[in-house]
């Protein structure tokens, strides 16, 4: 099932007198907002707690494809950042990514002074999975691998049956201290 455009995107998409880019949401630690444009934008999404400056890539950022469909499955979205900057490359290598929102916003601006025409509409919204780096002699990419609320859908919910989950969880608990060790002779119920 599809959604529906804000009317004031359809005019702006009927008119054709626009130009698009997308904004970028990392939500780290120190949230990251970025844009594919040649040119800084400040703008307000749903999700970035007001107004902010979203920082001008350019042709350094790049993402795979986005796709809506009406069944449930796995989005999955790469984010390349080529040549990148030593802080991008700091954030794959630290592992402080993982499981962190991501979301693109597509935003329409007017051709003549790059004014924001419409609220910025939500086109992604998923987790960090996954990074990498890779370096040449040129220049370094490093790579995001973004999935939507459902990349873990056919993770089992649990619990490992070993001392040391227990342990994080009920701290002094002996009850799985041997759950590891091999019982050859268990005697249940009354002694003949």
Known sequence: MSRPLPAGAVAILNSRAFITCELV???????LYLTNAQFDIAASTE???G??????QGTFLAYSGVREIDEIRVNN?????????????NIALN???LHRAF??????LNNSDMALLTDPIMIYDGAIVGASVQESATES???????NEFYDFDRTAGRKTNNGSQQRVFPGDRGMEFSTSAVQDI????AS
């Open 51 to 56: 107004t902010q400056t979203y920082l001008a």
């Open 47 to 49: 999700t970035s707690s």
């Open 25 to 31: 949401e990392f939500q780290l630690s120190t949230p």
């Open 95 to 97: 592992d402080n990514y």
């Open 187 to 190: 005697r249940w119920g009354r």
């Open 141 to 147: 990419v490093v790579t995001f691998q973004t999935a």
């Open 103 to 108: 979301r693109i916003y597509k935003v329409f």
């Open 77 to 89: 979205i790469n984010i390349t950042f080529s040549g990148a900057s030593n802080a991008y490359i």
